[in-house]
């Protein structure tokens, strides 16, 4: 199948899988009926492969309404973002939003509209939320920033609509629940830290702590024993090592530009980790 070139993540996600692709896609398993993906984050995997028929889902609600929005309201959504200005007052305007009365009256096509905006013109263009839940980046000062990124959301748009594509919101393990053998599941949950300063919990409010990771290990062998195939991306820990000893992993080198210690930053270990050949 010819893969559209357009269709491309529309926000910068931490952790996002772009630069891992080329070792993602010599792992994928030949064949697969649906794709699952319970930690869809910005999309990278999901792009890249463009499958006919997937369940994604993330525990991000905002998240997930700019996903849906993109599906449904493409055209209302790019008018919305026109109407946005690159400069810090506005912008901390936009982003005070979620402090205030009335945030939850916004329409899903106006809170998608800033997701996108405080995601292209926030610092770093990180989506990253305090323990209450609000948007927390500060501004980024770009000369230029793509707000209205018309071409990739129609894309994808088109992409969703052609397609049998789920998109839910609700916990990892929910995401799965009716699978069946012949299934693949691609997950990446917020990597184990390296170290405790380097502990970046910026996806979802209450983070993703070690006794979740041991819960994700724990339905990879259930998923194993139904004979579904999974692929899981984390950090080579060696607390995931031993997690993950039963089965295939690979280790990857990524640059991760997120510690707070420039020392830190550059190629770090990353592994993959599989239940096939």
Same mark, same amino acid.
């Given at each position: 199948?010819?893969?559209?070139?357009?269709?491309?993540p529309?926000?910068?996600?931490?952790?996002?899988?772009?630069?891992?692709?080329?070792?993602i896609n010599? *792992?994928?398993?030949?064949?697969?009926?649906?794709y699952?993906?319970p930690?869809?984050?910005? #999309? %990278?995997?999901?792009?890249?492969?463009?499958?006919k028929?997937a369940?994604?889902?993330d525990f991000?609600?905002?998240?997930?309404?700019?996903?849906?929005v993109?599906?449904?309201? /493409?055209?209302?959504l790019?008018?919305?973002?026109?109407?946005?200005?690159?400069?810090?007052e506005?912008?901390y305007?936009?982003? %005070?939003?979620d402090?205030?009365? #009335?945030?939850?009256?916004?329409?899903n096509?106006?809170k998608?509209?800033?997701?996108i905006?405080? =995601?292209?013109?926030? &610092?770093n @263009?990180l989506? !990253?939320?305090?323990?209450? #839940?609000?948007?927390?980046s /500060?501004?980024?000062?770009y000369?230029?920033?793509?707000?209205? =990124?018309?071409v990739?959301?129609? +894309?994808?748009?088109k &992409?969703? =609509?052609?397609?049998?594509?789920?998109?839910?919101? @609700?916990?990892f393990?929910?995401?799965?629940?009716?699978?069946?053998? #012949?299934?693949f599941?691609?997950?990446?949950?917020?990597?184990?830290?390296?170290?405790?300063?380097? =502990?970046f919990?910026?996806?979802?409010?209450?983070?993703f702590?070690?006794?979740?990771?041991? !819960? *994700?290990?724990?339905?990879?062998d259930?998923?194993?024993?139904? @004979?579904?195939?999974? *692929?899981?991306?984390?950090?080579?820990?060696?607390?995931?090592?031993?997690? &993950?000893?039963?089965?295939?992993?690979?280790?990857?080198k990524a640059? !991760?530009?997120?510690?707070?210690? +420039?020392?830190?930053r @550059?190629?770090?270990d990353?592994?993959?980790?599989?239940n096939?050949?």
């Amino acid at each position: 199948m010819k893969k559209n070139k357009l269709i491309a993540p529309f926000l910068k996600w931490v952790g996002g899988k772009r630069q891992l692709m080329p070792a993602i896609n010599e *792992l994928l398993p030949k064949k697969f009926s649906t794709y699952y993906e319970p930690f869809v984050g910005g #999309g %990278a995997v999901l792009f890249e492969i463009q499958p006919k028929k997937a369940i994604v889902n993330d525990f991000n609600a905002e998240l997930v309404n700019t996903y849906n929005v993109i599906k449904n309201q /493409p055209e209302e959504l790019i008018e919305d973002l026109k109407t946005h200005i690159n400069e810090s007052e506005y912008f901390y305007n936009i982003r %005070a939003l979620d402090r205030q009365e #009335g945030f939850d009256e916004l329409s899903n096509v106006k809170k998608a509209s800033r997701v996108i905006y405080l =995601n292209k013109t926030c &610092y770093n @263009g990180l989506y !990253r939320v305090n323990n209450s #839940g609000e948007f927390n980046s /500060p501004f980024g000062k770009y000369k230029n920033p793509n707000i209205v =990124n018309d071409v990739t959301i129609r +894309a994808v748009s088109k &992409y969703f =609509n052609a397609n049998d594509i789920t998109i839910i919101n @609700g916990d990892f393990e929910s995401a799965v629940k009716n699978i069946r053998k #012949g299934a693949f599941v691609y997950f990446d949950p917020p990597y184990d830290p390296v170290s405790k300063s380097s =502990n970046f919990t910026g996806y979802v409010q209450g983070g993703f702590n070690i006794f979740d990771q041991v !819960r *994700l290990r724990e339905l990879c062998d259930k998923l194993d024993k139904k @004979g579904v195939k999974f *692929l899981v991306s984390n950090s080579a820990t060696q607390f995931i090592l031993d997690q &993950y000893s039963d089965y295939n992993i690979t280790f990857v080198k990524a640059n !991760r530009a997120i510690n707070s210690d +420039a020392s830190k930053r @550059g190629e770090v270990d990353e592994v993959l980790i599989r239940n096939y050949e």
